[in-house]
């Protein structure tokens, strides 16, 4: 069955960073796009990247363009959210995405249980 397992969450300090990984399995990975969203306390999903099967194109939220980078090793069924400046108001369970297609943007049909990521001093 289609398992999304995603790690590296924790606590940072304002404008420091943290690298979330998603190890999948239980299908073919490289055939399908993968995305990452989150969800803050009170508030509801919000996405923040995703990228195509191939790695040939990624879309970020305009609240993360510029210090969030998405990538994909498909030999290793994982995909990765390398985030830099981190901002108190990142503060959010993030959960990885397995798209329905490998070129195109929305459209989920598996998640993961989510990783925490807390900003803060």
């Known amino acids: 069955q289609v398992q999304l397992v995603e790690s590296g969450g924790g606590l940072a300090q304002p404008g420091g960073s943290l690298r979330l990984s998603c190890a999948a399995s239980g299908f073919t990975f490289s055939a399908y796009a993968m995305s990452w969203a989150r969800q803050a306390p009170g508030k509801g999903l919000e996405g923040v990247s995703g990228i195509y099967s191939d790695g040939s194109d990624t879309y970020y939220a305009d609240s993360v363009k510029g210090r969030f980078t998405i990538s994909r090793d498909n030999a290793k069924n994982t995909v990765y959210l390398q985030m830099n400046s981190l901002k108190p108001e990142g503060t959010a369970l993030f959960y990885c995405?397995?798209?329905?297609?490998?070129?195109?943007?929305?459209?989920?049909?598996?998640w993961g249980q989510g990783t925490q990521v807390t900003v803060s001093s």
């Open positions: 995405l397995k798209g329905m297609g490998g070129f195109s943007w929305g459209g989920y049909d598996y």
